[in-house]
């Protein structure tokens, strides 16, 4: 932790800095976690050690409740997951993924201390719980959460204070990481690591977290490396500049990050893009069309007709009738098109779920067509090393691929590897499939310049000896990696 120092953040209290210069993609520090666990909903399908997602899990012998990938991942997790299985098997059942996270927690602090390392800056005590902050009806969801977990609790574990279990809870609440899967694709469960927590919030910040799953293959656990997040910088950052990342995405408008920023983190963000709200008239805008621009009515009726389509397109993805989604998204872009911006936030959001069913239905040129126009949006209005302009680039380039389109799929590729080779690292698990995926692309593209029949044949030729295959079920926005902390829920 050479690389920062802690200091008195104007406004915010104590914040981290650069103690050196750093560049785009450089790694600031790592640290691993605290403790961390699977979210309940996921139990049986996320390795409780390495948090992978798996066709096939084995489950532990003695809870029934951890699931892991191997005999392996069962080793590697033993030492956090023994005193929990015994308090399983007495509970008789485990209990949310809360209090899964709190006792885990508390028997490392019983067992380490409050240092629990060299790295650490900040004891788990000097941590914020902001339980007087807390509005009434979730301070009784609270308090459900810590009665249920003083029954969980073994008598034979060491006694704590209900003040300190308190603030263990409060902690959690209000920063607990988002854990992903190996792939960085989906949030599979949530995780304590004190350095982080050090690191305010900016909505156009200066460096970004992402989850390093390390290396549990070894069938030696000693050869094995931590889950750790590594946080990474965005761009040039001076020795002396204040580290930020971003809690909530930016593509929300001002008005509605300042909600989620004080309903869960308890302040009032005060950043340049909040005090100017950039980019909110892109985020609600017109099309403007040589010159002429939609009236504000105009504007405002695509907007709640917009709103109200994808509140039908959404309740139709959860039941799973896909081709129904793409009929409501259909119908109700062919009305918003021509009236609302290409960076209009409803109409992006309606091209991203409708290209991710459209793939999945195997409607390539159709998914293509509406990806491009989401990420040409999203070009607009996130940071150029958006981490999430990165992963629609991607998804984008593979569609593009898929329908054909050669020169626009590697094109997306390319721009997808350059953004997350600064968020990911040249050794992240999606940056290597994308260097794959780009090499693939980038030896098509050359056949087809050579010869664009030949390659259309081959391509054909390939795809009928090798059929595609469906792709993954589209998941609900939530269920994707958006917001840095997890909300208790």
């Keep these: 932790m050479e690389n920062v120092a802690i200091f008195e953040s104007p406004g915010k209290g104590r914040g981290l800095k650069a103690t050196k210069e750093f560049w785009a993609g450089d790694v600031i520090f790592a640290e691993p976690s605290v403790a961390a666990v699977v979210f309940d909903s996921l139990a049986d399908r996320i390795c409780h050690s390495c948090f992978r997602r798996q066709e096939k899990l084995q489950k532990c012998g003695q809870c029934k409740f951890a699931h892991y990938c191997d005999r392996t991942c069962q080793r590697a997790g033993w030492a956090e ?39 650490q800056m900040v004891t788990l005590e000097e941590l914020e719980d902001h339980i007087a902050d ?228 195997q409607l390539f040129d159709d998914a293509a067509d509406n990806s491009r126009k989401m990420v040409e949006g999203y070009m607009k209005l996130y940071h150029p090393n958006n981490a999430a302009l990165g992963m629609a680039a991607m998804r984008s380039g593979v569609t593009h691929w898929q329908a054909g389109e050669i020169e626009v799929g590697h094109g997306m590729v390319c721009r997808a590897y350059a953004i997350l080779m600064v968020t990911h690292g040249s050794m992240h698990p999606i940056t290597k499939d994308l260097e794959a995926m780009r090499m693939q692309t980038e030896m098509e593209l050359r056949m087809f310049r050579q010869n664009e029949y030949v390659y259309h044949s081959m391509r054909e030729a390939a795809l009928k000896n090798k059929p595609m295959t469906m792709m993954q079920e589209p998941m609900n926005m939530e269920e994707g990696v958006k917001n840095l902390f997890h909300r208790r829920k």
């Design 81 to 119: 997951h023994k005193l929990e299985c015994s308090a399983i098997k007495t509970h008789g059942k485990a209990p949310n993924e809360n209090i899964r996270l709190g006792a885990r927690i508390l028997w490392r602090l019983d067992k380490d201390g409050s240092m629990m390392s060299d790295t």
């Design 134 to 361: 807390m509005p009434e009806d979730d301070l009784k969801d609270f308090k459900v959460d810590i009665h249920n977990f003083l029954d969980y609790w073994p008598r034979s574990s060491k006694q704590h204070t209900i003040d300190d279990t308190f603030h263990i809870f409060g902690v959690i609440n209000c920063n607990g990481f988002t854990v992903s899967d190996q792939r960085g694709l989906q949030a599979v469960g949530v995780g304590l690591f004190p350095n982080l927590c050090m690191v305010n919030h900016n909505c156009w910040p200066n460096c970004t977290v992402i989850l390093n799953h390390g290396n549990q293959s070894a069938v030696n656990t000693m050869f094995h490396s931590q889950r750790r997040i590594e946080l990474r910088s965005l761009g040039k950052i001076e020795g002396g500049d204040e580290l930020t990342v971003s809690y909530v995405d930016f593509l929300n408008l001002t008005e509605e990050r300042q909600k989620l920023l004080k309903t869960q983190y308890f302040f009032d963000c005060t950043c340049e893009h909040c005090k100017d709200h950039v980019k909110d008239d892109l985020k609600l805008g017109g099309l403007e069309v040589d010159g002429v621009k939609p009236t504000e009515e105009q504007v405002k009726e695509a907007t709640d007709y917009c709103f109200e389509m994808m509140e039908k397109m959404e309740k139709a993805r959860l039941n799973g009738n896909y081709h129904e989604v793409v009929k409501i998204s259909k119908d109700c872009l062919e009305k918003t098109e021509p009236v609302l911006a290409d960076t209009h936030i409803y109409q992006l959001r309606m091209w991203s779920t409708l290209s991710e069913v459209q793939a999945y239905l």
